[in-house]
């Protein structure tokens, strides 16, 4: 959550000539709503099922970069399937970077009840070891530009080959 997934995968995706495909999005356009809205009438379980659901669909097509939601990591069927059919680039950030980028968003739901600070300290807690599990390339996003990021992703995935 707010380490530049949608970002840098909408400009590595122009930079390949890939389709750019958010799961997010994929999630608003099948429900009709908003994420926060989904939250709220189905709580996290509810909302993980169908990101279940749209990662899968979206991560059937080929030549296409896909940013998943921040916690897509968190089931081991979604961290399997993302290992089987790509290649999986963790853009690591620590909680303070993560807390200073996401510090007055009202669209991210797991933040509005109680420390948003402490709750990304404890996501990252959940979530960096899972990341880390199926990564096949690590990219810190403290300090480079945007377009450092996605020139440095492009050599790793060059070199990969």
Not at 77 to 86: F, H, K, M, P, V
Not at 96 to 109: A, C, I, M, Q, Y
Request: net charge neutral; glycine share 10%.
């Amino acid at each position: 959550m707010g380490a530049g997934k949608s970002t840098v995968g909408k400009l590595l995706a122009k930079k390949l000539g890939r389709q750019f495909i958010d799961v997010d999005h994929v999630i608003e356009e099948r429900c009709g709503v908003k994420i926060p809205l989904i939250f709220e009438m189905e709580g996290e379980a509810g909302f993980r099922k169908r990101e279940a659901q749209a990662l899968d669909h979206a991560s059937s097509g080929n030549d296409i970069v896909l940013a998943t939601g921040g916690g897509a990591v968190l089931l081991p069927d979604n961290r399997q399937l993302l290992s089987e059919r790509g290649t999986v680039v963790y853009l690591h950030a620590n909680p303070v970077e993560l807390w200073h980028r996401t510090k007055g968003s009202d669209n991210r739901p797991l933040l509005k009840n109680g420390d948003a600070r402490q709750i990304l300290e404890e996501l990252y807690a959940l979530r960096d070891p899972l990341y880390r599990e199926i990564a096949n390339h690590i990219i810190e996003t403290g300090k480079p530009s945007v377009n450092q990021l996605v020139h440095t992703l492009m050599m790793q995935l060059e070199l990969s080959q």
